[in-house]
């Protein structure tokens, strides 16, 4: 039987835990005496009176997770999430309409980047610093954060952590699967501060450098100004990218290397094939912005522009739209790609991307040798047929996806390329598209509908599409 009390009272832990963020906002109004103060105010005490009753709702329930009730959890939590993180967008009348409002706040605690706001540079220090406190939970994930939480009211944490944890498979590192999450967490609170200084440093002020290193280390993407970081000196662009790079690398791997085992990272295949592709990519773009602009501004721009699409970042330090075509076609496939399992960033995977290649590769070799046996082969293992079947369903599933949305978008109204377009960033988590809804990642024009289509989408590329089409197969609901 459902365990529907065991639901709701994780349900009413993990919505303390965003009330209690909330604060941090509300704050920050009245410190800088803003008139959404109220908002803030109210959207805190619907939260925690939500929360105190959905925990009462879920008294002695069954303390042990399953896999059903882990997966309906793990999807319905960016839902729930969402509902409350809009209040104050709504309250505020930042985004008076409830459509604008659900698609900022998705959009955020996915870590897809996008917004709806035509000027978000005369937004309340208060609302700015929501929307990256937003991609900033969602980044490393809410559940994450969970399961180094629940085991102090009682609750398991394993399922939820499979359910969330990105990529063909997880690493613990530590027998306790909360021990795990809290190193994990800890990481990226470092990378955080980290960033956020050195931000400071080389002269970003301290509100800007707090919002774009959260921003940023979550691969999500808002920034503070209209531009995205556009208007921001190079130093500053070159020190977002090297933690774009770093927050696209499985966080596993970042741990070991920061206890002194860079071995680790430097023998993992996965990380080779994504950095690999960071370098490619830059390369390629730094050679054609080469011969239309001076070569050390090509370079700098070009990387970014790669590294940002393949870590899903978003963050624009150019506008690719106004390059030679060929340039931004580029960008647009770098868009199917990702970062590494493990990591904050969206798309495919490095891991399922290198799989499914060398799964091709060894096709064409049965066929020129139908009795030989030549095994699929990944970070010196065999991958197992079920592996390499999954990859194969998860690519499947992608672009049957992709062709839905882009259906779906036209419906709508929208150009057949730039419906492609958005539905391969919304997807991917990216943000930035091509066409009208291109570089300046400003859905403000996108017809309402599309807009709940491409939430939609945001939150099956967030949970890597598995873990939200379970709720719609018959077999997770059978006794």
């Known amino acids: 039987m459902f365990n529907w009390r065991l639901v709701f009272r994780t349900m009413g832990v993990l919505t303390m835990l965003e009330a209690q963020f909330m604060l941090i906002p509300t704050i920050a109004a009245w410190w800088y005496q ?4 109220g908002a803030w105010v109210a959207s805190s005490a619907i939260t925690w009176l939500s929360c105190w009753w959905m925990l009462g709702a879920g008294r002695k329930a069954e303390k042990r997770v399953g896999e059903r009730e882990g997966y309906v959890i793990v999807a319905t939590v960016w839902v729930v999430y969402s509902l409350f993180g809009m209040l104050p967008f709504w309250l505020s009348g930042a985004l008076p309409d409830i459509t604008d409002a659900w698609y900022e706040t998705m959009a955020g605690f996915t870590t897809t980047g996008s917004t709806v706001f035509t000027d978000v540079a005369a937004q309340s220090h208060s609302i700015l610093l929501w929307r990256a406190l ?16 629940l085991p102090m009211f009682g609750l398991g944490g394993m399922q939820l952590y499979s359910a969330e944890v990105t990529g063909v498979s997880y690493d613990k590192l530590s027998p306790r699967i909360a021990d795990t999450a809290k190193h994990m967490w800890v990481t990226y609170i470092l990378l955080t501060l ?6 400071w440093w080389f002269g970003m002020g301290r509100f800007d450098a707090l919002c774009h290193a959260m921003a940023t280390i979550s691969t ?19 020190i977002i990218m090297l933690f774009m ?13 920061f206890r002194g085992k860079p071995e680790r990272l430097l023998e993992d295949e996965e990380t080779r ?11 390629i773009l730094t050679v054609g912005l080469g011969i239309y602009t001076h070569m050390w501004a090509s370079i700098r721009v070009g990387f970014f522009t790669a590294i940002a699409t393949i870590t899903s970042t978003g963050f624009v330090a150019a506008d690719y739209m106004i390059w030679p075509p060929i340039l931004w076609m580029i960008v647009f496939f770098l868009m199917f790609s990702g970062g590494a399992s493990g990591s904050t960033s969206g798309g495919m995977k490095w891991v399922r991307l290198a799989i499914f290649a060398k799964a ?9 040798h139908p009795n030989a046996v030549i095994p699929v082969r990944f970070n010196g293992h065999t991958v197992r047929e079920q592996t390499t079947s999954n990859i194969v369903a998860f690519m499947f599933f992608y672009i049957a996806i992709i062709v839905l949305a882009a259906l779906c978008f036209c419906g709508c109204g929208i150009g057949f390329d730039e419906s492609i377009g958005v539905a391969v960033s919304m997807i991917g ?8 809804w291109g570089s300046s990642g400003c859905y403000a024009a996108f017809p309402p509908v599309a807009k709940w289509v491409a939430t939609f989408v945001m939150l099956i590329g967030r949970l890597e599409i598995f873990t939200v089409l379970l709720l719609f197969s018959r077999a997770l609901w059978k006794k």
């Open 34 to 37: 803003e008139a959404d103060l």
């Open 134 to 149: 937003m991609q900033w939970l969602g980044g490393m994930g809410i559940i994450v954060l969970s399961v180094a939480i």
């Open 194 to 199: 980290g960033e956020g200084v050195l931000l």
């Open 220 to 238: 999500g993407g808002f920034a503070t100004h209209n531009d995205s970081v556009i208007g921001f000196n190079p130093a500053i662009q070159w």
């Open 245 to 257: 790079l770093l927050s696209g690398i499985n966080f596993t791997q970042l741990i070991y290397t």
């Open 273 to 283: 094939w994504y950095v690999g592709a960071c370098i490619v990519a830059g390369i």
């Open 360 to 368: 091709a590769n060894a096709e064409i070799k049965r066929r020129i």
């Open 429 to 436: 988590n990216v943000g930035v598209s091509i066409g009208q």
